[in-house]
Structures are given as C-alpha cells and as structure tokens.
C-alpha cells in the first residue's frame, strides 16, 4: 500500500476515534439528563395511552403495567451505575469462554495503556444500540397493546401480562448490559449473551402463550409478525456484534485484558 494511502488511513482512523471518544464523553456527562427524559417521556405517553384505551379505567389492573414500564428502566439504570461504580476493577472470571484467535493475558495496568483501551470506536455504536433498543421495545409495547381493566377477556389479560413481563424485563437488562458495558465490566461480552437467549426465549414464551389462550385469528397474526421481527432483530445483532466481540481487539483488550499473541 502507498505511503500516501496509509497516512490517510491512519488520519481517518484518528479523527474518528477522536470524534466516537468525543461522543462517548458527552454520553456519559448526559445520562442523568437522559435517565430524567425517559421517565417524563415514558409518562406521559403512558398517561395518553389509558386515557385513549376505551376499556380501561383508572384501577391498579390499568395502571400498574405503565407504572412498571416507566419506573423500571430508570430503577435498573441507576442500581447498575451503583453496582459496577468500579466495574474496570473488578476481577478477571476464572474460567474463558472466548477461545477464538490466540490472545496472551496482561495485567490491568498494562491494558488500561494500551491505544485500543476503552469503550469508544465501534464499540461505542454497540452501546448506543442497547440504549435505543429500550425506546423501540416500549414504544412498540405501547402502539401494540391496549390499556386494560380487571374486567378484560382471559385471553387479553393472559397476553397484557406476557407482554409487559417481556418489556419490563429486557429493558431492565439491555440497561444492566449497557452500563456493564460503559463501566468495562469483564463479564459484559457473557451477560450481553445472556440477555439475546433470555430475549429470543421470552419471544417463543409468549408465542406459546398465545397459542395455548386461543387468541382471535387478527390478533394472533399481528402478533406473530411482531414477535417474528424481534427474533430476527436479536439474530441478525448477535451475526453482525458476535464475532466483533470475540476477535476484536478492543473488547479483548477491555474486557479480557489479553493482546493477541
């Protein structure tokens, strides 16, 4: 390659790292001002969402869901941004499950020197794609599902319930795996795998579920064309991130403390 291409390779390469670090820098100082909008957003949309609900009412059936939707991502985030305050100190696991390349360990000290060291780069675009995928599940959960009262079909109820459980819960540890993540917590690669088998598994949970109440034929095909695009979402994230977290040497370098060899 030409002298003059690989400088400007590297010139590219240094001015984006130097435009993601900027960005990751502003993500950090920002995240008590998004933590606030979430809620207060998240609220508001909840309270529009009874009111326009002609089946609900103002009882603990109703409102406990939104309570739930809106509380419980901003409850996970500020918990985990107390658990792993000192995510980067914490110990190396005993046991590696990434055995892919061939990788030689470092101490802490040394990783933390290295270029590479940190959460920005691509690896930035991985954490703002945990991020937004709390906003696109909750605002699906809202469009998709009706405000109900005590009153409600079997049917209706059994499916409100899977449906919050699903987005109470995968909000709640897509937030955990982005400050794992933010912190540089060694188990972050594990536990962002952890939460695509609990995600595809909730998906086919609720598909079971469904198909055990008997739901009506419109219903039943619009949920299945909903839950059919979540399972493809979280696979088509683990073809284009899992290999990225498994030979990048940024991720080895941050959250295994290992160089290649």
Same mark, same amino acid.
């Given at each position: 390659m030409p002298a003059a291409a690989i400088a400007m390779f590297r010139a590219?390469?240094?001015?984006?790292?130097?435009?993601?670090?900027?960005?990751?820098?502003?993500?950090?100082?920002?995240? /008590?001002?998004?933590?606030?909008?979430?809620?207060?957003?998240?609220?508001?949309?909840?309270?529009?969402?009874?009111?326009?609900?002609?089946?609900?009412?103002?009882g603990e059936t109703t409102v406990a869901p939104?309570?739930?939707?809106?509380?419980?991502?901003?409850?996970?985030?500020?918990?985990?941004?107390? *658990?792993?305050?000192?995510?980067?100190?914490?110990?190396? /696991?005993?046991?590696?499950?990434?055995?892919?390349?061939? *990788?030689?360990?470092?101490?802490?000290?040394?990783?933390?020197?290295?270029?590479?060291?940190?959460?920005?780069?691509?690896?930035?675009?991985?954490?703002?794609?945990?991020?937004?995928?709390?906003?696109?599940?909750?605002?699906?959960?809202?469009?998709?599902?009706?405000?109900?009262s005590a009153g409600a079909p079997a049917w209706l109820a059994t499916l409100h319930l899977a449906m919050t459980v699903d987005v109470v819960l995968l909000s709640s540890l897509y937030v955990i795996a982005f400050v794992m993540a933010l912190r540089r917590v060694a188990l972050f690669p594990r536990f962002l795998l952890l939460v695509w088998m609990v995600d595809i598994a909730s998906q086919l949970f609720i598909a079971h579920v469904s198909m055990a109440v008997g739901l009506p034929t419109g219903v039943a095909g619009a949920l299945h064309g909903l839950l059919d695009g979540n399972v493809k979402k979280v696979l088509i994230s683990i073809a284009l991130w899992l290999p990225y977290l498994l030979l990048s040497t940024r991720v080895n370098v941050t959250f295994r403390h290992r160089l290649p060899a």
């Open positions: 590219l390469s240094e001015r984006l790292h130097g435009r993601s670090t900027g960005m990751l820098a502003r993500l950090e100082q920002r995240l /008590p001002q998004i933590a606030v909008g979430w809620f207060l957003l998240v609220a508001v949309a909840s309270v529009l969402r009874i009111l326009f609900s002609p089946a609900a009412s103002a939104y309570i739930l939707l809106t509380v419980a991502p901003v409850a996970t985030f500020v918990l985990a941004l107390r *658990w792993f305050a000192d995510g980067d100190r914490l110990p190396q /696991p005993s046991l590696r499950l990434a055995q892919v390349g061939r *990788w030689r360990d470092v101490g802490r000290h040394e990783a933390e020197r290295h270029a590479l060291y940190g959460t920005s780069g691509i690896m930035l675009s991985l954490l703002i794609g945990m991020l937004i995928n709390v906003p696109v599940r909750t605002a699906e959960y809202l469009v998709t599902m009706p405000a109900i």
